[in-house]
């Protein structure tokens, strides 16, 4: 389905879909600072044939979906010192975004899968909003402890360096961060990742964005407690070789969530390499068929589940 917009609150949030809309739903949810074009068509286009209707999304704040623009912008040193009066808004606040996509979409309940922030976001996702969620991956990400699942002190700049404003320039950045943060055991498909960087710079740029995104995850805190009471099908996949988010975040979400299975990739960093993509499919859809066989054979939509027709 070509890429549209739904209207979620205030907000105008852009979407895309892939697959059979009659297949039970799958929602994807990216990370800080990063378009849902992150999600690579063929990718998306392989879990589609695995049986879901695939929805990646912009987050608020990047992409083509609402720049809060309107909000403060937080300092480095708010950031820094983990000041969590810089947010304008919570991870909360997102995964309310994603629960509003799925009812303009007339989605009632649907497998969830994020990765970094989006794996955050994912989490909230089950925690505030149990009854949509039918099956959640956590991908590289971690449960909001300060001891657990934090980056290596180099990663640092890429969490709060400014990208160029210049096209060409632009795309060099993006090339060095993944040079910092990607997978080394995992071929680098270069010019995919050039080609990714400039569609990213030609949909809209927001630098702000990624500070207020970033404001958002130190504002929410720590979820392990309420990961605790979470009793849905689970799957946590997680790199070897991440420095952006440590892999004992990863461990610390198997640990914290009441049957969680765990999925260390050797060699992964802190990307999807294409290398990644049939381990991460196959666990992602494993985890799904762990889900309610009834509840998961197809996407009941709200008006269904308000009549039980």
Same mark, same amino acid.
């Given at each position: 389905?070509?890429? &549209?917009?739904?209207?979620?609150?205030?907000?105008?949030?852009?979407?895309?879909?892939?697959?059979?809309?009659?297949?039970?739903?799958?929602?994807?949810?990216?990370?800080?600072? $990063?378009?849902?074009?992150?999600?690579?068509?063929?990718?998306?286009?392989?879990?589609?044939?695995?049986?879901?209707?695939?929805?990646?999304?912009?987050?608020?704040?990047?992409?083509? &979906?609402?720049?809060?623009?309107?909000?403060?912008?937080?300092?480095?040193?708010?950031?820094?010192?983990?000041?969590?009066?810089?947010?304008?808004?919570?991870?909360?606040?997102?995964?309310?975004?994603?629960?509003?996509?799925?009812?303009?979409?007339?989605?009632?309940?649907?497998?969830?899968?994020?990765?970094?922030?989006?794996?955050?976001?994912?989490?909230?996702?089950?925690?505030?909003?149990?009854?949509?969620?039918?099956?959640?991956?956590?991908?590289?990400?971690?449960?909001?402890?300060?001891?657990?699942?934090?980056?290596?002190?180099?990663?640092?700049?890429?969490?709060?360096?400014?990208?160029?404003?210049?096209?060409?320039?632009?795309?060099?950045?993006?090339?060095?961060?993944?040079?910092? #943060?990607?997978?080394?055991?995992?071929?680098?498909?270069?010019?995919?990742?050039?080609?990714?960087?400039?569609? &990213?710079?030609?949909?809209?740029?927001?630098?702000?964005?990624?500070?207020?995104?970033?404001?958002?995850?130190?504002?929410?805190?720590?979820? $392990?407690?309420?990961?605790?009471?979470?009793?849905?099908? $689970?799957?946590?996949?997680?790199?070897?070789?991440?420095?952006?988010?440590?892999?004992?975040?990863?461990?610390?979400?198997?640990?914290? #969530?009441?049957?969680?299975?765990?999925?260390?990739?050797?060699?992964?960093?802190?990307?999807?390499?294409?290398?990644?993509?049939?381990?991460?499919?196959?666990? #992602?859809?494993?985890?799904?068929?762990?889900?309610?066989?009834?509840?998961?054979?197809?996407?009941?939509?709200?008006?269904?589940?308000?009549?039980?027709?």
């Amino acid at each position: 389905m070509p890429e &549209s917009t739904c209207r979620v609150g205030d907000l105008e949030i852009a979407y895309e879909t892939f697959g059979d809309p009659a297949d039970p739903a799958l929602l994807l949810v990216m990370g800080l600072a $990063t378009q849902m074009i992150a999600w690579h068509d063929e990718f998306c286009a392989a879990l589609a044939a695995r049986g879901f209707h695939v929805i990646r999304f912009d987050n608020r704040d990047v992409g083509r &979906s609402t720049a809060l623009r309107h909000l403060p912008v937080p300092t480095l040193r708010q950031l820094v010192l983990r000041s969590r009066k810089a947010a304008g808004y919570t991870l909360a606040d997102m995964a309310g975004d994603a629960v509003g996509l799925l009812d303009g979409l007339g989605i009632d309940r649907a497998h969830v899968a994020g990765a970094s922030m989006g794996g955050m976001i994912a989490q909230t996702i089950a925690i505030e909003h149990p009854d949509r969620v039918l099956s959640l991956a956590s991908i590289m990400s971690n449960t909001g402890a300060r001891r657990s699942g934090q980056p290596q002190l180099a990663t640092y700049r890429v969490l709060v360096g400014r990208p160029p404003q210049e096209r060409d320039a632009f795309v060099e950045h993006v090339l060095r961060v993944y040079a910092v #943060i990607g997978s080394p055991g995992f071929d680098r498909d270069e010019p995919d990742l050039r080609r990714m960087a400039g569609l &990213s710079y030609d949909r809209g740029r927001n630098p702000a964005g990624s500070g207020r995104q970033l404001a958002a995850i130190i504002a929410s805190g720590n979820r $392990t407690r309420r990961l605790q009471a979470l009793a849905v099908p $689970t799957v946590v996949i997680h790199g070897t070789a991440d420095r952006l988010v440590n892999p004992t975040g990863g461990r610390a979400t198997a640990m914290a #969530i009441p049957g969680a299975r765990l999925v260390e990739i050797e060699g992964m960093g802190h990307d999807l390499p294409r290398g990644t993509w049939p381990r991460i499919v196959e666990a #992602i859809a494993d985890n799904a068929a762990r889900a309610d066989p009834i509840v998961a054979s197809g996407p009941l939509t709200r008006m269904e589940a308000t009549t039980g027709g």
